[in-house]
T-cell receptor, first 116, second 113 residues
């Protein structure tokens, strides 16, 4: 059973460019959350997708957007990249729907984004 | 706003000793408190969690306590081993999985052999 997978693992972009990060949730999970983790800090919640809609959002500008596909995979898009967007971007999946009790979130290994 | 404070930021212990990490949270509606271990180059991994209707939970060498009145929760690792060395994060949310999770800033634990 594959866990949460993210791609790419590393990425270097130039200031002002746009980037798309991808996440495949753990098998059986239907919810994807995205986090930004700056060096030496805890993860900061960006937003969460369930049933192909954004359910909750943290304090991030509109430059950060996302999408969830019918197969529950998700993308994180960041426009007009700033140097401060350099961070580890983590995807976490969980099960929200269904008859069973909600489970904890499982994290992927992250995508290290460097903006130069 | 929602906030989780975590202390200490760095903790160094001798192998076999105990390690304690403490956290406080601000949102009284929080009812789920997971702890994550993050090793270099990896994503956070859940090691133990506790819900608000429980005051203490133990899993082998790891235990977590929760004081809802004081909005404090703590992680206790006994008989520490070098492989316990990592960054540990406490977190709080208003529910499992389906709700956004607020993380502490992390504690870097060093276990010296």
């Amino acid at each position: 059973d594959a866990g949460v997978t993210q791609s790419p693992t590393h990425l270097i972009k130039t200031r002002g460019q746009q980037v798309t990060l991808r996440c495949s949730p753990k098998s059986g999970h239907d919810t994807v959350s995205w986090y930004q983790q700056a060096l030496g800090q805890g993860p900061q919640f960006i937003f969460q997708y369930y049933e192909e809609e954004e359910r909750q959002r943290g304090n991030f500008p509109d430059r950060f957007s996302g999408h969830q596909f019918p197969n529950y995979s998700s993308e994180l898009n960041v426009n007009a990249l700033l140097l401060g967007d350099s961070a580890l971007y983590l995807c976490a999946s969980s099960l929200l729907g269904g008859a069973t009790m909600n489970t904890e979130a499982f994290f992927g290994q992250g995508t290290r984004l460097t903006v130069v | 706003g929602e906030n989780v404070e975590q202390h200490p930021s760095t903790l160094s212990v001798q192998e076999g000793d105990s390690a304690v990490i403490k956290c406080t949270y601000s949102d009284s509606a929080s009812n789920y408190f997971p702890w994550y271990k993050q090793e270099l180059g990896k994503g956070p991994q859940l090691i133990i969690d506790i819900r608000s209707n429980v005051g203490e939970k133990k899993d082998q060498r790891i235990a977590v306590t929760l004081n809802k009145t004081a909005k404090h929760f703590s992680l206790h690792i006994t008989e520490t081993q070098p492989e316990d060395s990592a960054v540990y994060f406490c977190a709080a949310s208003k529910g499992t999985g389906g709700f956004k999770t607020i993380f502490g800033a992390g504690t870097r634990l060093f276990v010296k052999a």
